[in-house]
Structures are given as structure tokens and as C-alpha cells.
Nanobody
Framework: QVQLVESGGGLVQAGGSLRLSCAAS????????MGWFRQALGKEREFVAA???????YYSDSMKGRFTISRDNIANTVYLQMNSLKSEDTAVYYC????????????????????WGKGTLVTVSS
């Protein structure tokens, strides 16, 4: 049974930082691109960042420079370091796993995700 379990969300003041984690189990983690998406209230789910099994990364233009995605293929965990947070970053953040050996570009699309986590809420107060 595949599980993606996010943690690290919470309430933070604008300008602050948070680090999200996603622990994966039940899948071939080291052969998949992993990603993060977010969904604000009343809005569509949007791509944040993705990372190849080799460590190459791909970011949404609006998050580039403030967010950093990383992964630990031994611990089967993917991380999202978020700095200089803004109120508009408030959203539920979802961990995503792409299909085995799928490209990083494919996993940046909602329809390219194979598995989803349940999400963790990030609230940025201004």
C-alpha cells in the first residue's frame, strides 16, 4: 500500500520559514520523480517544485528562489524548504509521486501524478 505522509505544516509569520517533509512507503521511491503541489482555498491545485531521482530540480517560476526541494533516497523522504513566506503562500501543500521513470516535466502536472499525500496546511500570517 502506497503512503505519502506530509508533515511540517503550521502557522508562521510572513517572512518566516518552514520545512515540509514527505515520508514515502510502498513504492519504488528512488526511481520516481517526486513533487510538491499546493492548493489555496477556492483555487486550483498548482505545481510548486519537483525533483528527479538523481536530484535534478524543477520549480514553478513564482516559487523559484524562495523554495528548495530536496530528497533522501535512503530515508524515502522528500523535503520542501520554504523561506521568505508570504501570506499568498497560505495553502494545503501536497506531496506527489510521479510514475516510475517518468520525466520531471510530467510530474509537474496534476494529471501526471501517480500518488498523492493527504496534505499539510501552511498558514502565513501577515
Amino acid at each position: 500500500q502506497v503512503q505519502l505522509v506530509e508533515s511540517g505544516g503550521g502557522l508562521v509569520q510572513a517572512g518566516g520559514s518552514l520545512r515540509l517533509s514527505c515520508a514515502a512507503s510502498g513504492l519504488t521511491f528512488s526511481s520516481r520523480c517526486m513533487g510538491w503541489f499546493r492548493q489555496a482555498l477556492g483555487k486550483e491545485r498548482e505545481f510548486v517544485a519537483a525533483i528527479r531521482w538523481s536530484g535534478g530540480t524543477y520549480y514553478s517560476d513564482s516559487m523559484k528562489g524562495r523554495f528548495t526541494i530536496s530528497r533522501d533516497n535512503i530515508a524515502n523522504t522528500v523535503y520542501l524548504q520554504m523561506n521568505s513566506l508570504k501570506s499568498e503562500d497560505t495553502a494545503v501543500y501536497y506531496c506527489a509521486a510521479g510514475k516510475t521513470l517518468q520525466s520531471i516535466i510530467a510530474v509537474s502536472r496534476v494529471d501526471g501524478v501517480d500518488y498523492w499525500g493527504k496534505g499539510t496546511l501552511v498558514t502565513v500570517s501577515s
